[in-house]
Antibody
Framework: EVQLVESGGGLVQPGGSLRLSCIVS????????MSWVRQAPGGGLEWVAK????????YYVDSVRGRFSLSRDNSKNSLLLQMNSLRAEDTALYFC??????????????WGQGTMVTVSS | AIRMTQSPSSVSAFTGDRVTITCRAS??????LAWYQQSPGKAPKLLIY???SLQNGVPSRFSGSGSGTDFTLTIDSLQSEDSAIYYC?????????FGQGTKVEIK
């Protein structure tokens, strides 16, 4: 059974940092592009970042580029999102999601349940 | 960046009705378009990928069509469990983008 479990969310002050983790099981993690998608309270879905299956390429939405950094450890089946210089507008539920096909940035077929990040003083 | 615009923003229909949601891309995305269903408190669920391919396990009353810039999600014979928010997603570019969502309610 495919599972994605996020952790690391919490309350942080503006300008602070937080590190989110996504641990996966039930599939060969090293074969899949992975993404983070966020959803502000009462809002829609926003793609945040993605990383190639071998970790050699990363892409970010403009609003987080230079502040967020995505990495992965294929030996530990883990995806990490380092978030720095956090702003109030980064407040959201953060989901990790898997691309549908191996070695391809595709639609997201499996999602975690999300971890909440709140940026407030 | 490619912008995705959905319409309508909300729709209310009776069980058994057909519901159609449209999604328009600001630039062509070929067939790299997916549809998701999100119920309250849940993660999004993939319904359709490649514009018209039904994801495994999704009821056949859901269908998708379109290519380029204009896409449609159709729900034939609406069921009570279809009450949710539906999002389109383009994954043609290195920066995927979602539509703003369409809320489907049951009368």
């Amino acid at each position: 059974e495919v599972q994605l479990v996020e952790s690391g969310g919490g309350l942080v002050q503006p300008g602070g940092s937080l590190r989110l983790s996504c641990i996966v099981s039930g599939f060969r993690f090293s074969d899949y592009w992975m993404s983070w998608v966020r959803q502000a309270p009462g809002g829609g879905l926003e793609w945040v970042a993605k990383i190639k299956h071998d970790g050699s390429e990363e892409y970010y939405v403009d609003s987080v580029r230079g502040r967020f950094s995505l990495s992965r450890d294929n030996s530990k089946n883990s995806l990490l999102l380092q978030m720095n210089s956090l702003r109030a507008e980064d407040t959201a539920l953060y989901f990790c999601a898997r691309a549908r096909r191996i070695h391809s940035y595709d639609a997201f077929d499996f999602w975690g349940q999300g971890t909440m990040v709140t940026v407030s003083s | 960046a490619i912008r995705m615009t959905q319409s309508p923003s909300s729709v209310s229909a009776f069980t058994g009705d057909r519901v159609t949601i449209t999604c328009r891309a600001s630039q062509g995305v070929s067939s790299y378009l997916a549809w998701y269903q999100q119920s309250p408190g849940k993660a999004p669920k993939l319904l359709i990928y490649a514009a018209s391919s039904l994801q495994n396990g999704v009821p056949s009353r859901f269908s998708g069509s379109g290519s380029g810039t204009d896409f449609t999600l159709t729900i034939d014979s609406l069921q009570s469990e279809d009450s949710a928010i539906y999002y389109c997603l383009q994954y043609y570019t290195f920066s995927p983008a979602f539509g703003q969502g369409t809320k489907v309610e049951i009368k």
